[in-house]
């Protein structure tokens, strides 16, 4: 489907293909209705071209009043005008020039200030400014003439053959700059909004209809928007996706792939690979047009030029092969030892072991599948030497890594350790806090109060601490006038009025004295250990008919 340039391409159809001419003839209606047209107006007022005096409608009215809202001939303006209240009233003067010769006008001044333009910017890439140093002046140079001038250029006037930017300027420069890019950037905006890229079955192209307000636009046009220019994917617009826009993609991308393929078998067709011995590295030869080339040609990008050649691959092409033939296990393994095509092909029973390829089959499998795939050509590999280096490189690795293993695991150890040993202290600490708590909490009590004595753990394991009634007998105090601990220390009380306390002597002696000297406390201690507190629960029993049974 083809247009003419000068009338525009038809309307396309919508993706369907099928359009009803009663749509066509409701459209061409509507159309004619919709004309465009575009007149001459003077202080928000419509009017023609030669338009004529309001008041003699005879002659050409040359001014136009705002107030009066009337159209004058110079007569009539002085007449109409020359009282006192209409004196002060500001009149417009109506142009001489009709639409065609005003727009003539603008579009030569429009096209004059390009030109101007474009021709000092070529004179500034023809002409070269030279220093002379004999007269410390500029002088200019035409190459094309072979020519030199004192004087600048006619063309540049009074503007710089090379202009210095000072920071203002180069500042308003920069501005400008941005604000034209935050411009285009909107309008491609709305140029993707107002406009869909539509594709038509019929014709096999893309069309872009308009969907915006203006009316100055085609409805629909074969070429893409004059803004975007010749800008691709992601500028241009992205088509509507349909069956038809997916399956053309699939094909583009197909049918890119196919021709990648032949191109490339197209350059291996016409160029023979020779080997420089020399240089240590593979020259292409063009048969036809017999040239030698020291590069591979660009056709073939990063493909090798033979994709079997086993010896040329590296740690990639490598994995990639092992996961072809269905042993990705062993992937990691061989990139941590940086396994390429020439050590692939020189590898053995030892090094696969090495490698902790351990079944047979798989060995085997390795074995077969490159040996059907490695044809030798070209240089031949010393094996010895390669064989002896490959093999000394993966035992290496292999001891770097048992004993980057066991250091791991004795640091591991050790960490644990320590971590061991600092939860220990912690704990420790802890309890020492607790047994501290608790000897200030028991300092105000009895001794025999105390909650650490055998009988008071007896009384609170079997839980009579907590049932009322069943409380054990306390224990005997032997004796009067003993010393205790109390809050205030080791000691007892006087025996006279005022029965001051009186300290123990043990403890003024001591500050650090804790009453495990004490008689009494040594006293009670035989008591338990002969059996005392036995007997104790023995006579609480019998007095408890409940607890006879126990």
């Known amino acids: 489907m083809s247009s003419q340039p000068g009338a525009g391409p038809p309307s396309p159809s919508p993706v369907g293909g099928e359009a009803s001419t009663k749509k066509k003839k409701s459209r061409s209606k509507k159309e004619k209705k919709q004309k465009i047209e575009i007149s001459l107006w003077i202080n928000s007022t419509k009017y023609e071209y030669g338009v004529k005096c309001t008041f003699c409608t005879k002659i050409a009215a040359v001014c136009h009043c705002p107030e009066c809202t009337d159209f ?10 020359a009282t006192k209240k209409r004196k002060d009233h500001k009149r417009s003067t109506l142009s001489k020039l009709d639409l065609a010769h005003a727009a003539g006008l603008v579009t030569r001044a429009v096209r004059r200030y390009g030109h101007v333009l474009l021709i000092q910017r070529r004179c500034r890439e023809l002409f070269k400014r030279f220093f002379d140093r004999t007269t410390l002046n500029y002088y200019y140079y035409n190459p094309i003439y072979n020519t030199t001038s004192w004087r600048k250029p006619y063309c540049l006037r009074k503007l710089e053959f ?8 180069a500042a308003s420069k920069c501005q400008n700059l941005y604000y034209l890019w935050r411009a285009r950037e909107k309008v491609r905006q709305q140029i993707a909004i107002q406009y869909r890229k539509i594709f038509d079955r019929r014709g096999g192209n893309f069309y872009y209809a308009y969907n915006g307000p ?76 017999e040239t ?25 092409r490598v994995s990639l ?23 692939l092909i020189l590898l053995d029973e030892e090094d696969y072991e090495n490698l902790y390829v351990t079944n047979r089959v798989h060995i085997r499998k390795i074995q077969v599948e490159v040996t059907r795939i490695y044809k030798p050509s070209g240089p031949a590999l010393h094996m010895s030497t390669d064989h002896a280096a490959r093999r000394e490189k993966i035992r290496r690795q292999k001891m770097y890594h048992a004993a980057a293993v066991m250091a791991q695991k004795h640091f591991r ?41 055998p009988v008071r753990k007896t009384e609170v394991a079997l839980g009579w601490v907590e049932k009322e009634g069943l409380k054990l007998p306390p224990i005997k105090n032997f004796g009067r006038n003993r010393d205790y601990l109390s809050h205030q220390g080791w000691g007892r009380k006087g025996n ?12 003024v002696l001591d500050k650090k004295f804790e009453g495990d000297s004490h008689f009494s406390k040594v006293y ?27």
């Open 72 to 81: 004058y001939c110079s007569s009539c303006d002085a007449t109409a005008h």
């Open 162 to 169: 090379a202009p210095y930017m000072s920071p203002p300027y």
């Open 214 to 289: 203006s009316k100055l636009l085609p409805k629909a046009n074969w070429a893409k928007p004059k803004f975007l220019g010749k800008r691709s994917f992601p500028k241009d617009i992205l088509p509507i996706y349909t069956r038809d826009v997916a399956c053309i993609i699939i094909q583009r991308k197909w049918r890119g792939i196919l021709m990648r393929q032949f191109l490339r078998a197209l350059v291996r067709a016409t160029h023979d690979e020779v080997w420089d011995p020399v240089r240590g590295r593979f020259n292409y030869y063009h048969r036809e047009a």
């Open 292 to 316: 030698l080339h020291q590069e591979k040609p660009r056709l073939l990008g990063k493909e090798p030029w033979d994709p079997n050649r086993v010896h040329d691959w590296d740690v990639d």
């Open 321 to 343: 092969f092992l996961r072809r033939i269905g042993l990705k296990q062993y992937v990691t393994i061989f990139k941590n030892y940086n396994v390429d095509g020439k050590a």
């Open 413 to 453: 150890m050790f960490s644990a350790k320590c971590r061991v040993a600092v939860l220990r202290e912690v704990r420790r600490i802890q309890e020492e806090e607790e047994r501290t708590r608790k000897k200030i909490l028991n300092s105000n009590l009895w001794y025999t109060d105390n909650e650490d004595l």
């Open 496 to 507: 006279g009025l005022k029965k001051d306390w009186l300290p123990a002597q043990a403890a």
């Open 524 to 550: 009670i201690d035989k008591l338990h250990i002969n059996g005392y507190d036995e007997k104790r629960m023995h006579l609480f029993k019998s007095n408890q008919p409940a607890l006879q049974s126990l």
